[in-house]
């Protein structure tokens, strides 16, 4: 199998499914009970501003390798990408980490306005959910399911997941390094939503015990290697800017993986947490073996 | 049957479900999956600021009137004052209306900061939906009316619903007074989430058509009059301050439906729109009695 086909297939079918549930639209003011015109455009602005779409793709994945219709995993897949978007749409925001650019272009508030970011970000997560219940009704033969995949993305991006995780994170700028709090911010920001569209796949699916074992497992591994790498790819980039190499990420100011225990351990770390994760999918079998592939390019990045 | 008994005995019921879902946590960074203490004392501040709980309080009221059962509805009612409350964090953050007070205390931004109000605000918005998923879930012989219910507060509450009204109320500061485009934002700015507890009540309470269709109207009228109510009420307000009648809401540079089309024709609308209001209930005879006691309760206000 190909998997950077692959890969691009499931963004294909992610961008289409998106620009299906939310063209452009034209009318200022729509009587027709159409979004806004400067609403959608906001919120089309960062929704469709590239980005790798992991979290989608890792959703659609998941449902074929159990089996499940990918059709019926279309508006979860693209509703998980709001959520995504909503957030750092709320997160580049003043007052929060107040950033003037994202993936080379100006942040939503920098194109918008401030209030009219807060209403784009509001819109896709509230978008997100209209477009998961409106899917569920839309295969009453599995509504439950679909229910239950709903339940499992709104717990893990809400206020014991990834939302706790942002909270945290504003926080800790004023805090002591600590490797349970790195942990839990890393757990809830990142890991959480990496964990969201496998638990979906597998409820959407209707998979058994052994598959949502797996798959949990696989994503904790999955959410937190990635953003030890993340952090590391931070402290080599610097370690270049500065001409040394360092486990302090000094410049911002915030609380590392490398700068709590040094750039080897945690490059250790990462090394453990990956095969961990390619290790979870066993259950699985051949069926997995984009997920498995998909782990394999990313651990790559600082290896 | 006694109409304020009966109005405390729902705001008690609302409350105390709020409570039991949201209860403050201790733990800074909680290890088992609990809610961050500062975001959940944060988004409990505005929750449990006070306030009149009239949507909840009609959804409760409008099951009873369907012969659905109250117990059902108490998440959804709860569900939906943390939509209204995280509108109201986002609409009195600087960029949107800037405020620094609300109902007598400081607005959530104050206290918390910019960041963690927007965070507040993010995290009712995804617990609402959370435990409405959940209470579907609770509820499996009745789970495609829960899904309509939830779906039906999801569309009132977005992007062509009560977040369009507020993009077009951020625009309005800038454009030229328009009939239509006061009557839009109304409608969905103010109106949605009126008529949003009545049609939730009635899809889980399993209710036909004709019961739909009058409480659609009904939440129409009394969405609307409600606004131009409190227009009027504005315009009193600044008529006293100042010494003199005036149509202008000038000091605010609002617009508004007495400057628009004057004092008496904004009472002759809203006398119009009670009337219709309370007319409409008739398909559902006596056990509408609370619906119409609290249209009458309201219209007094300005009359």
Not at 31 to 38: F, R
Not at 132 to 138: G, M, V
Request: include cysteine; aromatic fraction near 6%; charge should be negative.
């Amino acid at each position: 199998m190909d998997y950077e086909r692959e890969y691009r297939r499931y963004v294909g079918l992610v961008e289409e499914t998106i620009e299906r549930l939310l063209p452009q639209t034209q009318e200022a003011c729509p009587a027709d009970g159409g979004i806004p015109k400067l609403l959608c455009e906001s919120m089309r602005y960062s929704l469709l501003a590239g980005g790798k779409r992991v979290r989608p793709v890792l959703l659609l994945a998941a449902c074929e390798a159990l089996g499940g219709a990918l059709e019926e995993a279309l508006v979860p897949a693209a509703a998980l990408e709001m959520i995504h978007t909503y957030s750092l749409i709320h997160d580049d925001l003043p007052g929060m980490d107040d950033d003037d650019l994202r993936r080379g272009r100006p942040t939503n508030h920098k194109v918008y306005g401030v209030g009219q970011a807060i209403l784009a970000g509001d819109g896709l997560l509230n978008f997100a959910y209209e477009r998961l219940l409106q899917n569920a009704l839309a295969y009453p033969q599995n509504l439950a399911g679909h229910v239950h995949a709903a339940e499992a993305i709104a717990t893990r991006a809400g206020v014991t997941g990834m939302i706790a995780g942002q909270c945290l994170d504003l926080l800790a700028e004023r805090m002591e390094p600590d490797e349970s709090l790195l942990r839990y911010i890393h757990a809830h920001k990142t890991a959480d939503l990496l964990t969201a569209p496998l638990l979906a796949a597998a409820h959407i699916a209707g998979a058994g015990e052994a598959a949502f074992a797996a798959l949990t497992e696989f994503g904790a591994c999955v959410g937190l290697a990635f953003q030890i790498d993340d952090d590391l790819l931070d402290v080599q980039g610097d370690a270049a800017l500065m001409g040394k190499q360092t486990g302090m990420d000094a410049q911002r100011g915030k609380m590392t993986w490398p700068s709590l225990v040094g750039v080897e351990e945690a490059r250790a770390s990462s090394s453990r947490l990956w095969d961990r994760a390619i290790a979870s999918l066993s259950p699985l079998g051949e069926r997995a073996w984009f997920l498995t592939e998909f782990a394999q390019k990313l651990r790559v990045r600082t290896h």
